[in-house]
C-alpha cells in the first residue's frame, strides 16, 4: 500500500477521534488505527461496541489504542502492553 493512501486525522476530543474511526471503518477495505488518550471522561463498553458493529456491517478492522485505564471493551481481543524489568 503507498502513502498516499494513507489518511491521518488528529481530533480535539474523544468523540470527534471515535466518530472519524466510526466514519472510516465505512468504507471497504479499510484498517482504521484509533489511539485515545487519558481523559476527563473514560472510553466505555457503547463506544467500543460501535466501533465492533461497524466494522463487522462493513467487513472493515479497527486497531484501538487506548492510553487510559482500560475499562469495558467490546472488543474481541484485548492486549496489555507494559515495560517488562531489565536484566
Do not use: F
Amino acid at each position: 500500500m503507498s502513502l498516499d493512501r494513507l489518511l491521518m486525522v488528529r481530533a480535539d476530543c474523544q468523540m470527534d477521534a471515535l466518530w472519524a474511526a466510526e466514519e472510516a471503518l465505512k468504507t471497504p477495505e479499510t484498517i482504521a488505527l484509533c489511539a485515545i488518550s487519558a481523559s476527563k471522561k473514560p472510553l466505555n463498553l457503547t463506544a467500543t461496541r460501535r466501533l465492533l458493529l461497524t466494522a463487522e456491517r462493513h467487513k472493515t478492522r479497527c486497531i484501538l489504542l487506548r492510553l487510559d485505564n482500560a475499562g469495558a471493551s467490546a472488543a474481541w481481543s484485548r492486549w496489555r502492553i507494559s515495560a517488562a524489568p531489565s536484566l
